[in-house]
Nanobody, 128 residues
Framework: EVQLVESGGGLVQAGGSLRLSCATS????????IGWFRQAPGKEREGVSC????????YYADSVKGRFTISSDNAKNTVYLQMNSLKPEDTAVYYC?????????????????????WGQGTQVTVSS
């Protein structure tokens, strides 16, 4: 059974930090890219970042560049999203997802329809 489980969300003040985790199981981790998405009430699902588990290639949405860092711990089949300098507009439910991907640089952020498996999300709330 494929599972992706997000954790680490919570309530923080603007300027604060959170680290989200995406623990995965049930598939060959190195054959997939892991992406982070977020969705705020009344808004469409937005891609945040992605990482290739095999070679570590990453990509970030312009809205989070310089503030968020994605990383992977292949021994634990887990991907992290370190979020610094948080803003109220970062408030959303954050989801991780897995997509078949083997290696190579990202030249754009893959859209949500390209992903095969999804977690159930973790709430991030940033107060002003």
């Amino acid at each position: 059974e494929v599972q992706l489980v997000e954790s680490g969300g919570g309530l923080v003040q603007a300027g604060g930090s959170l680290r989200l985790s995406c623990a995965t199981s049930g598939f060959t981790f190195d054959d997939y890219a892991i992406g982070w998405f977020r969705q705020a009430p009344g808004k469409e699902r937005e891609g945040v970042s992605c990482i290739s588990s095999s070679d570590g290639s990453t990509y970030y949405a312009d809205s989070v560049k310089g503030r968020f860092t994605i990383s992977s711990d292949n021994a634990k089949n887990t991907v992290y999203l370190q979020m610094n300098s948080l803003k109220p507009e970062d408030t959303a439910v954050y989801y991780c997802a897995a997509m078949t991907y083997y290696s190579g640089s990202f030249y754009s952020l893959p859209g949500w329809l390209e992903y095969d498996y999804w977690g159930q999300g973790t709430q991030v709330t940033v107060s002003s």
